[in-house]
């Protein structure tokens, strides 16, 4: 039984029966509150989410994949938002708002959440002055992180190389529990630490990096990791940062930071999301 085209045909003729907006095909549960937040500032209406359905064996099942799967059969009324990933840097083609395709334009919707100047200017309103930059501590970090990114997609991309470097052995070089001491002088010890272990991974590889991507710079590498690993990393960090002060930072600042405008990643979002709903 071919279960994408028919769950395809279902989906199609919910989206017509004027009861939803939309019906939108999401990765998982976790994300709908990020999307729903992008989709409601676009065209507010009533979404029907998705959170998973049935391969072409007839097994439940969830992630980009699967979305992408449903690609010949999306609409206006019925399509998919989804993590970036490595894709985009990869430049996998057809992923757009043409094709009905929504992407996160970062690594994933966590990558948004930690973005330095609106989490910055969130810890001021929660908690005034803080001894310690985010916004400087992350440009700081984001230039670490470039270049082992630029070695990530251009290994990636073969099988062969990708055993020498992958997102297995990248994460590991970022210590996600630093010490309320090692951020003194905005994390000077903490990101010593996370250089050093980078510029050792990266002496054992012979190819060269990707030479460049038109999207990705220093200042915005940060955007473009893995979104759950920076995301553990803010909150670990955030938390030290608010200890003492009556705030949670990941209930009160972290997971409340979310936000339409500011940057390009989410600005083009916005733009996809703006072309397949308004047109």
């Given at each position: 039984m071919d279960w994408i085209s028919k769950q395809a045909k279902l989906y199609r003729n919910l989206s017509l029966t004027n009861r939803?907006?939309?019906?939108?095909?999401?990765?998982?549960?976790?994300?709908?509150?990020f999307?729903?937040?992008?989709?409601?500032?676009?065209?507010?209406?009533?979404?029907?989410?998705?959170?998973?359905?049935?391969?072409n064996n007839g097994t439940d099942t969830r992630g980009c994949e699967q979305c992408l799967r449903f690609r010949p059969y999306l609409t206006d009324r019925f399509f998919v938002c989804i993590d970036s990933d490595l894709r985009l840097l990869k430049g996998e083609g057809g992923l757009t708002?043409?094709?009905?395709?929504?992407?996160?334009?970062?690594?994933s919707w966590e990558n948004h959440l930690c973005e330095s100047l609106h989490i910055s200017e969130l810890m001021k309103q929660k908690i005034g002055q803080v001894n310690f930059d985010i916004k400087e501590f992350m440009a700081a970090f984001s230039e670490i992180v470039y270049m082992p990114l630029l070695y990530l997609v251009r290994y990636s991309a073969n099988g062969n190389l990708n055993k020498l470097w992958n997102i297995s052995k990248f994460n590991p070089c970022i210590p996600l529990q630093p010490k309320r001491s090692d951020l003194d002088d905005n994390g000077k010890v903490y990101l010593s630490v996370i250089k050093s272990r980078f510029e050792q991974e990266l002496m054992n590889l012979t190819e060269q990096p990707i030479d460049k991507i038109e999207s990705v710079a220093e200042e915005n590498a940060y955007l473009h990791i893995q979104g759950h690993l920076l995301y553990k990393m803010m909150l670990h960090i955030g938390t030290l940062l608010c200890r003492g002060t009556g705030v949670a930072f990941k209930t009160d600042i972290l997971d409340k930071c979310l936000h339409t405008t500011g940057y390009e990643e989410i600005e083009s979002l916005q733009r996809d999301l703006k072309h397949i709903l308004i047109q």
């Open positions: 939803y907006t939309a019906i939108v095909h999401l990765e998982d549960k976790e994300d709908e509150k999307w729903d937040y992008q989709l409601q500032h676009v065209k507010p209406g009533h979404y029907r989410y998705l959170y998973y359905s049935k391969n708002a043409s094709n009905h395709i929504a992407q996160t334009y970062a690594y």
